[in-house]
């Protein structure tokens, strides 16, 4: 089965340093997604893109994020300037069409520690 | 807005036993639900959604789900528990007004098999 899949599963980096998270979604979706967990919180939305450009941000999604399909195939998350509350586990996700007519498929994360 | 509430942070069965994982939820619009599944060192995998047909889901690995409006409410059940279902369960809520494609989680229910 197809699956997301999230390079790299561990990134450590430095605080005020630039991180490039990256992801392939599945190759007939449409939708991609960002999503974080900070440990012991919930899930957060964090942006959706469609049609090369951003459909949906969260508050969370502020200058300092942004997101980039440099191809037909990456999906990446780039942090500018990172703070030691980036940390926490990145999944990208990609679904065929919009949500209330196909699920979300996640990939296994990126686990994001900012020293 | 939309927010979902798992009840138990944490759910301990026996092999073999019932499970049962709650959740309610709040929704202003009709919402779609899903259950997701997360194992250690895994992404979020769907398990079952419910979309406005049967109130009855039935998903994957034998697990199945009621929507109940009237209690706002989206339990998770299976009827023998197997070691290997021991994993973090969220529940999740979308609502038609959703745009964006936005998936509001809960805080999640890990479950525990006993031998």
């Known amino acids: 089965e197809p699956e997301v899949t999230q390079t790299p599963s561990h990134q450590v980096t430095q605080m005020g340093q630039e991180v490039i998270l990256r992801c392939v979604p599945i190759?007939?979706?449409?939708?991609f997604y960002w999503y974080r967990q900070i440990l012991g919180q919930k899930v957060e939305f964090l942006v959706s893109f469609y049609n090369n450009e951003i459909s949906e941000k969260s508050e969370i999604f502020d200058d300092q994020f942004s997101v980039e399909r440099p191809d037909g195939s990456n999906f990446t998350l780039k942090i500018r300037s990172t703070k030691l509350e980036d940390s926490a586990m990145y999944f990208c996700?990609?679904?065929?069409?919009?949500?209330?007519?196909?699920?979300?498929?996640f990939g296994n994360g990126t686990r994001l520690t900012v020293t | 807005a939309q927010s979902v509430t798992q009840l138990d942070s944490h759910v301990s069965v026996s092999e073999g036993t019932p499970v049962l994982l709650r959740c309610n939820y709040s929704s202003s619009y009709s919402p779609s639900l899903f259950w997701y599944v997360q194992h250690p060192n895994k992404g979020l995998q769907l398990l079952l959604k419910?979309?406005?047909?049967?109130?009855l889901v039935k998903g994957i690995n034998g697990f199945e789900a009621e929507f109940k409006k009237s209690e706002t409410s989206f339990h998770l059940t299976k009827p023998s528990a197997h070691m290997s279902d021991a994993a973090e369960y969220f529940c999740v809520v979308s609502d038609d007004n959703n745009a964006g494609n936005m998936l509001t989680f809960g805080g999640g229910t890990r479950l525990m098999v006993k031998p």
């Open positions: 996700a990609s679904s065929v069409a919009e949500l209330n007519n196909s699920p979300l498929h």
């Open positions: 419910y979309t406005s047909a049967a109130t």
């Open positions: 190759s007939n979706h449409l939708y």
